[in-house]
C-alpha cells in the first residue's frame, strides 16, 4: 500500500519559518520524483518545489530564495523548508511522488501564515 503522510503544517506569523515532512511507504522512494504543490481558497493547485530522483531541484518563482526542497532516502521522506513566510504562502500544502505513469498524492497539511 503506498502512502505519503504530509505533517508539519501550522499557523504562524509572517517572516516566521516552518519545515513540512512528507514520509513514504510502499514505493521505491529513491526512483520517484518528489513534488510539493499548495493549493490556496479559490485558487488552483500550483507548483511549488520539485526534486528529481537524481536530485535536480525546480522552484515556483514566488518562492524562489525562500523555500528548499530536500529528502532523505534512509528516512523515505521529503521536506520542505519554508522561510521567511508571507500571507500569501497560506493553503494546504501536498506532496507527491510521480514515476512514469505512476502518481501518488498525500492528504495535505494546512500553512496559514498571519500578517
Request: aromatic content about 10%.
Amino acid at each position: 500500500q503506498v502512502q505519503l503522510v504530509e505533517s508539519g503544517g501550522g499557523l504562524v506569523q509572517a517572516g516566521a519559518s516552518l519545515r513540512l515532512s512528507c514520509a513514504v511507504s510502499g514505493i521505491g522512494f529513491s526512483t520517484f520524483h518528489m513534488t510539493w504543490d499548495r493549493q490556496a481558497p479559490g485558487k488552483q493547485r500550483e507548483l511549488v518545489a520539485r526534486m528529481t530522483s537524481d536530485g535536480v531541484t525546480d522552484y515556483a518563482d514566488s518562492v524562489k530564495g525562500r523555500f528548499t526542497i530536500s529528502r532523505d532516502f534512509t528516512k523515505n521522506t521529503v521536506y520542505l523548508q519554508m522561510n521567511k513566510l508571507k500571507p500569501e504562502d497560506t493553503a494546504v500544502y501536498y506532496c507527491s511522488a510521480a514515476f512514469g505513469s505512476r502518481d501518488y498524492w498525500g492528504q495535505g497539511t494546512q500553512v496559514a501564515v498571519s500578517s
